[in-house]
């Protein structure tokens, strides 16, 4: 995995061309709950397309042949990686095709075209989408860019800990939330590349905890029926993203739904950030995870907010209708 | 007027010791929204008590004589000038005294007496807390900290325009929401200051338009029952705000209560920002008011916002609600 390391620096410069250099926050307030500890928050919530898919899909996309870029690409999700492909195909010049559920939210479905990507309906069950993208992949000759399972979207994911890093120096500690492992993967080659010494902590929800139990078991598990509010980690580990995983992260922990939504509550409350369930489960490890709790105090600790896409359709519908008359 | 502009580098310099250097964020969307414009958006929302306010009363509190800080200050809000007060006096080893309405909301009240001010509870009618504040200075020889009508209140306020110009450099507009006008005539001697030739642009809900009259009369009129949901511009302009908004700023416009909540759900959807309604007023005119179209196209872009201090226990207690269980 050294070896992995030594490409970061060229994947960094990659990323950086299209990305948005996320911006790092800091409360005292924070330290002060974690024990005199310097908490610094890398804001994925800001990166275009609002989380950090955008890195990996945008390096993936870079790294493809001029052949493989004339054909196009496809992706089945209905979430982030979704609008994450649209955008950096559409940057890039290149056609691509999203495979989405029937049943998702039309908000998504115009986001991603909004994009520039086609939209293709598959059935509900999760092997429909990807049936449908194979049967494209043959048909058409488009590329397969998978949302986490595949080298340069992990390492691409992976320049959000790097950039911070970077930024902010040596850490002692980083939490990231941990779904289908391409973010944890990719941020943990990279932080342990910079930090010989950082321990790596992925935090995951309670109701959908395949890789704690995989992590622990060393044995890959499937997510089955995830019931979490965190819609973007309830997918399983890929092959690759579990044998880093094994190989560099220190801890997996796993925190309630109550959790997630009170460290949801703090950003937004506290820090005005808008974080979506997924991507304020690091913090909820943090500030409520007591087994680590030895590790924290003092420490100098980086936690990755993922993404802040979240509908709040209903929230302004609510406002509006209390709205005084002009 | 030249004078004041004198005094800003030293006016900041010390603001600086105790203020937050808020983020400039940028979106390309609302470049292009604003006809190919570059916008830089100064976040307030992200300075310390979660509004501008902090900076007039950081730079008021440490303007006082060492026997003025001795007595403690005192100070009648129930918005976010007495959280503002209240830490910049903790912040300095002053004693502060609130006077707050009995119907302030309790988390008011609670963060307020967080921040390390004594709650003094008055009646409901603004005249009852004025009174009650004149009387406790009388008595116990405080000094009153007015929220806007103040040279060092508003000149500390204004050092949020003076960070982004020497940020970001020369502007076209700047677009600044307008209250009290502590935050407009401040931004406005600095913005003037360090860029001759911008314009500034003061922008106010439709439903509290007593800036906007008094300033094209040319003669004060009170704000009289204002109805708008942008609560922090209720209030009425002071004397001395007044005189500067007379010789400094060069339109004010208004925006209706919705476009004001259109420009909040732009910040918290596509910006991740957690905007107050009162913060989003500036946004509102830059992108609903028609009569300044002209000036922004192509044009260099500042907007403040003011704030993010909006209470979500509500949208909280929902979200916790649908929770599955763990």
Request: with cysteine.
């Amino acid at each position: 995995m050294v070896k992995i390391f030594e490409q970061y620096k060229e994947v960094y410069e990659r990323v950086k061309k299209g990305a948005n250099k996320t911006p790092v926050m800091t409360s005292r307030t924070l330290n002060s709950l974690v024990g005199d500890a310097k908490v610094y928050i890398k804001c994925e919530n800001f990166q275009r397309t609002g989380s950090f898919k955008f890195r990996g899909a945008y390096n993936a996309l870079n790294c493809l042949s001029e052949q493989e870029k004339e054909k196009g690409v496809i992706a089945h999700s209905s979430g982030n990686h979704a609008q994450a492909v649209a955008l950096a195909a559409t940057s890039l010049g290149v056609k691509s095709v999203i495979v989405m559920p029937e049943n998702a939210p039309q908000v998504k479905k115009e986001a991603t075209s909004h994009y520039g990507a086609e939209i293709v309906i598959s059935g509900n069950d999760p092997s429909d989408r990807e049936k449908l993208a194979d049967d494209l992949v043959q048909e058409k000759g488009y590329t397969l860019v998978h949302p986490h399972d595949n080298k340069n979207v992990f390492l691409g994911a992976g320049t959000a800990a790097y950039e911070l890093i970077e930024e902010v120096g040596q850490l002692d500690l980083l939490f990231v939330p941990v779904g289908g492992g391409g973010l944890l993967s990719g941020s943990s080659i990279a932080s342990k590349g910079l930090c010989p010494d950082i321990k790596v902590i992925a935090v995951e929800p309670k109701n959908a905890d395949d890789a704690f139990r995989s992590f622990y078991d060393k044995k890959l598990y499937p997510s089955v029926n995830p019931n979490t509010i965190a819609d973007g980690l309830r997918t399983s580990l890929g092959k690759n993203t579990f044998k880093v995983i094994l190989e560099k992260v220190d801890k997996i922990i796993t925190v309630t739904e109550e959790q997630i939504v009170d460290a949801m509550q703090f950003y937004w409350e506290r820090m005005k950030l808008v974080v979506e369930p997924s991507g304020a489960v690091s913090l909820a490890g943090l500030l409520y995870n007591e087994e680590i709790s030895s590790w924290t105090k003092g420490a100098k600790i980086g936690v990755i907010i993922s993404g802040g896409n979240i509908d709040l359709s209903e929230f302004f519908k609510l406002l509006r209708k209390k709205l005084p008359k002009n």
